[in-house]
């Protein structure tokens, strides 16, 4: 899984299902979310390109929201009016190698 974090690119997102299935169990968000948690740190990992399902930081407003959305959006991620984001336009589409994303067309 840190290695398909570490694939999505600057400007992207991916969710946590996403993230869970390139490691071979899309039921294993909750999983994905405790290494975000444990491992970004010392990993360098880039945390806050991942999202839920619907498009929105998971985060509440004093555990970090403010920090990801301050960060997706110096990358260049638009949100909406309701704090959403256009998965069609940002959302990191992996390709059937390894762990690569690649931005949508």
């Known amino acids: 899984m840190i290695e398909a ?3 999505i690119p600057a400007g992207r997102v991916a969710t ?4 869970a299935g390139m490691a071979g169990n899309r ?8 290494i975000l948690h444990t491992c970004s740190h010392t990993h ?3 945390w806050h390109r991942v999202v839920n399902r619907e498009g929105r930081i ?3 407003a004093a555990n970090g929201y403010e920090d990801q959305k301050r960060l997706l959006e110096n990358e260049g991620v ?3 009016d309701t704090g959403s984001i256009d998965l069609e336009r940002y959302l990191c589409i ?3 190698c390894r762990y690569p994303c690649v931005p949508n067309e």
């Open 78 to 80: 638009e949100f909406d």
């Open 16 to 19: 946590y299902g996403q993230i």
């Open 44 to 46: 360098g990992l880039p």
């Open 5 to 7: 974090i570490r694939s």
């Open 94 to 96: 992996q390709v059937p």
């Open 58 to 60: 998971a985060l509440g």
């Open 27 to 34: 039921r294993a968000a909750r999983q994905v979310a405790r």
